[in-house]
């Protein structure tokens, strides 16, 4: 896994964890959640919540990758870069 720090407009740091995904996911996850935090959601950006355990949010990165977070943790993390393969996986054993 693959742990990475994003440092939010107040000055708190929120981790992302990767298994494995390119820079440039890990870039567009870290504009993603700046935009989480300073709740600036489009209507694109609104995040789907997982029917079968309903305390986490998924949120589209693009076409191969989500990312994941507690409903009461949004603002501290941590957040899940997973692809839909690990997701499916993921959700299926949560």
Known sequence: MNH????GRDGVKIKIIT???PPRIIN???RLISKILAKDILRGMRPKV???NKKWFSYRVNRKY???VLRTRCN??????LSH?????WVNNH
Do not use: F, S
């Open 4 to 7: 990475q720090q994003v440092t």
């Open 19 to 21: 298994p494995k995904a």
């Open 85 to 89: 393969t690990e997701y499916e996986h």
């Open 50 to 52: 997982i029917q079968r």
């Open 76 to 81: 501290t993390g941590p957040y899940y870069c």
């Open 66 to 68: 989500r990312l994941l």
């Open 28 to 30: 567009r996850a870290k």
